[in-house]
């Protein structure tokens, strides 16, 4: 097997293409090992995990949690509310006091983009960023590659839309780093206030219908309610009304294209519940599913070293 020549996990950007497709290869087996009956293994027995989330969180938290418990270690969850930061405490201070118990990784969210490469410079244990700010997530770039892959039997040549709230989306972020490296066809699709600037000389859409022609995967990402009207003029009815994925929307791609989302859905605002819902085209489940597998295969990478 090929070595992982990183200590951290901070964003896409840093991985070559083999580097990503190792984590996916390793991700394979821990999704066979997630469908048994018992599923604990002991490899990082005796490893502490602390997963530091100054966000809120449901699916990259807890699958965390239950990745690292699947592999054996200690895992301790911290929260910034009911913590020292309320108290005007800094985040590497924050940092600095956990690293003082010794965990052998950190799973860092925090809203200021480059923040876990803040903390990774001042501790001695492995960092994988969870979210920061606009910046990248990925983690979640990976599940939705092995999602893809799962699904279709290769990357490669795939034509694949990302759509909605490009220009704040950390998901999309690192999906504009990984997918082209490994031979995607990648477009982005949104109203002209919610492409970036910089596309990183990607197709650019602002008609869903032209941008999801033909498209192999669909993926809708979440509007947040709370930049829409300050975003997009309009109501979020409005939104749907124009970019809205729907089952009439969605002819106009592959006839066997497949949906993704990585949650939490607005349900009626960027995606229709009977195009998420449906079980041949959605692969929404599926990507939480691949989550832990995708978590667990770099809770292993990373730690190995420590493990000796």
């Not at 118990?101 to 950190?106: C, S």
């Not at 092995?146 to 972020?173: N, P, Q, Y």
């Amino acid at each position: 097997m090929s070595s992982f020549a990183h200590r951290h996990l901070l964003g896409i950007e840093q991985l070559s293409a083999d580097d990503i497709l190792l984590l996916l290869d390793e991700a394979e087996h821990w999704v066979s090992f997630n469908r048994q009956r018992r599923k604990q293994d002991d490899r990082l027995a005796g490893l502490t995990q602390f997963n530091v989330f100054f966000e809120n969180s449901t699916r990259t938290l807890f699958s965390f949690e239950v990745a690292g418990k699947r592999l054996g270690a200690t895992v301790a969850n911290f929260h910034a509310i009911g913590s020292s930061v309320q108290k005007g405490e800094s985040l590497i201070d924050t940092a600095l006091t956990l690293d003082a118990m010794q965990p052998d990784v950190m799973v860092i969210r925090h809203s200021e983009t480059g923040a876990p490469g803040d903390v990774a410079d001042v501790v001695g244990c492995a960092v994988i960023n969870a979210g920061d700010g606009t910046g990248e997530h990925p983690t979640q770039a990976l599940l939705d590659a092995l999602t893809m892959r799962r699904r279709k039997g290769r990357i490669e040549g795939l034509k694949i839309a990302i759509c909605g709230d490009i220009k704040h989306s950390r998901v999309a972020g690192s999906n504009m780093r990984l997918l082209p490296k490994l031979g995607a066809q990648l477009r982005v699709v949104g109203p002209p206030n919610l492409l970036p600037d910089d596309t990183r000389g990607l197709a650019a859409f602002t008609s869903l219908e032209e941008g999801i022609e033909g498209a192999d995967i669909v993926m809708m990402l979440r509007i947040q309610r709370e930049r829409m009207e300050a975003s997009v003029s309009g109501s979020l009815e409005d939104f749907h009304a124009r970019y809205g994925l729907t089952r009439e929307r969605l002819k106009r791609a592959a006839p066997d294209a497949v949906v993704m989302h990585p949650g939490p859905m607005n349900r009626g605002v960027e995606i229709a519940s009977d195009v998420a819902d449906d079980p041949d085209r959605s692969a929404i489940l599926e990507q939480v599913e691949m989550g832990v597998a995708v978590r667990m295969a770099v809770l292993d990478v990373l730690t190995r070293e420590r493990r000796g």
